[in-house]
């Protein structure tokens, strides 16, 4: 088995590098800090969730985070919005999202500890903002790493899984 060095969940680069002698801001220090604190979705409710007649697409969509570490597939129905181009598309996605009747946008990355919390948190201060008390924005406990991990029945909920790249 080979190993393949740890990628950090959120794509910025070190606190210590610089660009032409300044330290370079992590890609989301450029937009506001969010206020709400993301309630999280378990991987065996997700699965559940899957299994149901109500697939994604009708009341929830699944949101994969990931850009450079996106590898090794994805959930089953997930759409790829890297989050590092997220936060000024969230009053369209909100649009689309509403009028397609979603009620749970579920968020994650790798671990869903920098990328998925954030994503989360932002989309769900965009609801408060609503006045919107129908929808709910998830993030995925774990991540896709977590997900992964589980093996068996969630890897069959992924689409073009690769176990080599989860090894």
Sequence with gaps: MTEHPAQPDIAQA???AKTNGIPEQPWYAAYPKAHSEP?????????????????????????????????G???????????QSL??????????????????VI??????RGRGNRAAAWFADYISEQNNTD????????GIKGWAAEGG???????EYDASKWE
Excluded at 88 to 103: D, K, R
Excluded at 135 to 142: E, F, H, K
Excluded at 154 to 159: H, L, P
Aim: negative net charge.
């Design 153 to 159: 029945e969630f890897v069959q909920y992924m689409q």
């Design 107 to 112: 968020w994650y990355c790798g671990s869903s």
């Design 39 to 71: 309630a999280t979705i378990s991987r065996q409710e997700l699965l559940r969730l899957l299994k149901s007649d109500t697939g994604p697409g009708e009341t929830f969509v699944l949101v994969d985070l990931r850009r450079t570490d996106y590898e």
């Design 87 to 104: 936060h000024p598309t969230i009053p369209s996605l909100y649009s689309l999202f509403e009028a397609a009747g979603v009620n749970q």
């Design 135 to 142: 929808m709910r924005s998830l993030v995925l406990a774990d």
């Design 73 to 83: 597939g994805t959930i089953m129905g997930s759409i790829n919005l890297p989050a």
């Design 14 to 16: 070190p606190p210590h």
